[in-house]
């Protein structure tokens, strides 16, 4: 993935013109110009650093970062690195958090983003000693003594990417050799980890057919509700051939919040003018009785109209 | 009881009272073979195992047979040569050479201890047999055998011994022995409880021996009998005191004497044969043994000699009046036992005048006791193992021959004229009658007392078993008008059963006017107990034999009139509050129960609860602190990986803080 | 200015990067953290290659960006599959080292 990359940025930076290298004054101090640049950036650099800190929703603190890394980027360019700088954009900002935006993505929002702390004392310990740590670096850093800066004007000579190129590939042909192994099997084991092998056996149309008609049940569809002559309402149940209420036909949802409807209910609603047969002053008996329907010669009675006899 | 001392004479060997053990040769250098038979019989019978199920018994029988041939040809050798000459010894190996205590293996074979052998492995022999036929249906008779084989081993090295740390090997083997066959039915529970009952109360002896033993080795540097008794006369009073009392703790755990007769009773649970051999003939009588072999140091210690009568008084009449209320026939004999060993450690108590008496009533006893416990073995063998007195009654026209031979028992026991016991008993009441003070007074008629006691409570038991009418139905109903009689059918018993007890019966009968023949036992003696010059008893010998006559008859009389003549209550009557006591073994187990057990048990649990909180408390307080600890360290690891990324922090940031302090 | 504003700026930065480790659950900003602390080192490897005219310090600052590159993939990789299996991106869910 470098290989193509490097030798694009190299040629860029080849093209770049030599002639605005940083340079230091004899006592180590930057130009004016280098100066307000760092001011500029720096502080607005741990602004969106804290961000990372206080930031509630992740692609924010993503962001944030996106903005350290090309700031960094800035200096870097500044600090007459131009090549490491480039490379800095090209690779985290165009790959790496790219590559945190895509997992984003993908695990979405989480309660994980929230700032409340689950483990006792775990903040303050992370704030005392978090400062602490940077209280001790920044101590280290200032305190320590330092040589007159050199300055890279002379490593520079040719270009900034030749003369890395020169120690990349003479002082540090192994490490280079090895970081390259390193990318290989990086990217395998990515693969790797997130390879998920089947665990079981796809079930297809086939199964599922299998699967239904071994358990038994019904293997057709559920009847439709209603009693057509009558009314096709949803909470009606339909009737079997000897005239029983079928409840399977009735949603089950209806059924669970008890908001069907008997037969008979339809059946006392239907007034004697909507009726020819005349015979609607009989009471209707309770339609499902099995007694009532066992024998033959016992009339039928249904809501679904004049009484039959078989 | 000092001038009983001084009145001894001494021994034929000079500067010694009694004579020192010279080297076994000849035929006494076979001895070993008296322990080493019934040993092997044993060894053979529990190695065997249900191999010899069929002919295991005869293997028992003809080593304890072989056992007394041997011991036979001892006597044999032994009647051959002078009195002086008869007290022997036979090393056998070396057995604890730790430099300043050496102690060797080795018999010991004089007069004392050859009747014991010729009693043990006589009266074994006739038990074996009987055993064959009593045990017949008993699916573990092998292993009674073997049982049996090892007692007669273990008594044997008991008596043979010829240092106390030996005697105390075979003291512990009858104990053993004595233990595995009361308990030998052990699958009911009663039996085995008292088996550990009889156990508990010999290691309570044992201890005594234990620490007798403990002195010997302090005081004398030596546990052989030829060096102790030697040396015996020259300690001092108060150790001897101690060694003697110490040793009648033991006698007493052994011997079934006040106040640790208790487990006697209960060990009746073993099968009528062991009763007969273990606790009536042999076994029981080796405190009566450990006394008199200890002689010399009795005599040095007045106070140990007089508790040693005391106890055997005390024992004596409590036995008797024990015996006189208990309807199981089996502890009647077993309170007679007590009653009569009571006797024996009276006379042993006496000191030398004594030690010939106590020695001869205990082989006459041992005859007579074995045939009558052997005699309820067949009353019991014909009447379905049945105990109890008061549903016996009427049973000489059944078993002819029990009757007989029981009679003679009887006879023997209660004093009969010419019978064995009259000899051996007589003998003791008219020592206990000897001496100056107010002892022979107390002592001479507690034993008075004690005989007519025994012909009373003994013929009470002959009469009831034997006489009256009938409390049990043959199968038409029983004479008496008794409720719920139960049905029996009393045969009398088979051969080998019958044999032993004729022998037995003939034994009693005649032995005690044989050996009392021109005093030929007690002079048979002499070699161990020394010469004693006959004594004057306080009163008129002949007045001592009358009395004792009178009394043996008035009580047998009673026991006629109240158990032969009139009827006899079935279900025991309430009777008086000494009867009850008496049926109660005079509450001794009670006693013991308040004074030993249930103090015991206290102790036991505040132990075990100080065991609890203290010991365990401190290890189990230990573990939970590590626990504890472990708990709290486990805390630091929350699994949380925030949690070790702080953990890191913090280390990198002191180590920093560290090493940049130290360097400005 | 100096180089050393540089290299406290580094420091800064990476101090607030520990610190996003030691706060933050979302396993993807902790990460973020990670890189954060990484690209601190990297500053700091510029300056100092500045300050010493050498450009050893920015090689190895190079191969510190595609170490990171090759480690981002790899972690996020992870972080993947625990969310699959977890349904969940929080460190904190995390803690099988618990025994």
Known sequence: MSGPLLAGVGALTGALPTSVPASLTELGETSTGETVLFWVVAPLMVLAALGLLFARRAIHAAMCVVFVMISLAVLYIAQDAPFLGIVQIVVYTGAVMMLFLFVLMLVGVDASDSLTETIRGQRWIGLIFGVGLGALLVGVVTRATYAVPVGLLEANAVSNPVGIARLVFSDFLFAFEVVGVLLVTAALGALVLTHRQRLSRRVGQRERADARVAAGGSLTPLPAPGVYARTNAMDVPALDPQGRPIETSISRVLRVRGQERGVADVAVQLGPGEHGGGQVDRPTPEAGDPGETAGPTTPITTGRGPEVVP | MTSTIATVTAAPLPGAVLPGAVPADGTFTQAWLLIALPLLGAAVLLLAGRRADRWGHWVGVAASAGSFVVGLLLLIGLLGRDAEDRVLDLHLFRWIPTGPLDVDAGLRIDPLSLSFVLLVTFVGTLIHVYSVAYMEHDVDRRRFFAYLNLFVAAMLVLVLADSYLLLFVGWEGVGLASYLLIGFWNQHTPNAVAAKKAFVANRIGDLGLLIALMLMVATFGAVDFDTVLAAAPGAGEGVLTAMGLMLLLAACGKSAQFPLQSWLGDAMAGPTPVSALIHAATMVTAGVYLIVRSGPIFEGAPTAQLV??????????????????????????????????????????????????????????????????????????????????????????????????????????????????????????????????????VFGSAALLGAGLTAFYMSRLFFMT??????????????????????????????????????????????????????????????????????????????????????????????????????????????SALTRAARRDLHQDAVNDTLLVQPGQYLTRSLVYGDRTVVDGAFTGLGKVLVGAGDAARRVQTGFVRSYASTMTIGLVVLGVVVLATRI | MTLTHYLVLACVLFAIGATTVLLRRNAIIVFMGVELMLNATNLVLVTFARMHGDLSGQVMAFFVMVVAAAEVVVGLAIIVQIFHTRRSASVDDVNLLKS
Do not use: N
């Open chain 2, 308 to 441: 040693v009568v005391i106890v055997g008084a005390i024992t004596l009449l409590f036995g008797a009046i024990v015996g006189c209320a208990k309807d199981d026939i089996k502890k009647a004999l077993a309170a007679s036992t007590m009653s009569q060993i009571g006797y024996m450690v009276l006379a042993a108590g006496l000191g030398p005048i004594g030690y010939a008496f106590a020695i001869f009533h205990l082989v006459t006893h041992g005859f007579f006791k074995a045939g009558m416990f052997l005699g309820a073995g067949s009353v019991m063998h014909g009447m379905d193992d049945s105990v109890d007195m008061r549903r016996f009654g009427g049973l000489s026209r059944y078993m002819k021959i029990t009757w007989l031979t029981f009679a003679a028992g009887w006879l023997a026991i209660i004093g009969f004229p010419g019978l064995s016991g009259y000899w051996s008993k007589d003998l003791i009441i008219e020592a206990a009658f000897t001496g100056e003070g107010w002892r022979p007074w």
């Open chain 2, 466 to 575: 034997f006489h009256g009418r009938r409390r049990w139905d043959d199968g038409h109903g029983a004479e008496q008008d008794v409720a719920a009689a139960p049905v029996r059918h009393p045969h009398e018993a088979p051969l080998l059963m019958v044999v032993p007890m004729v022998v037995l019966a003939v034994g009693s009968v005649a032995l005690g006017g044989l050996l009392a023949l021109g005093d030929g036992f007690v002079t048979w003696l002499e070699p161990v107990t020394g010469h004693v010059e006959h004594h004057e008893p306080v009163l008129p010998v002949w007045l001592i034999i009358a009395l004792t006559m009178l009394l043996v008859l008035v009580g047998a009389f009673l026991a006629w009139r109240q158990y032969a003549v009139s009827t006899v209550a079935v279900p025991a009557p309430a009777g």
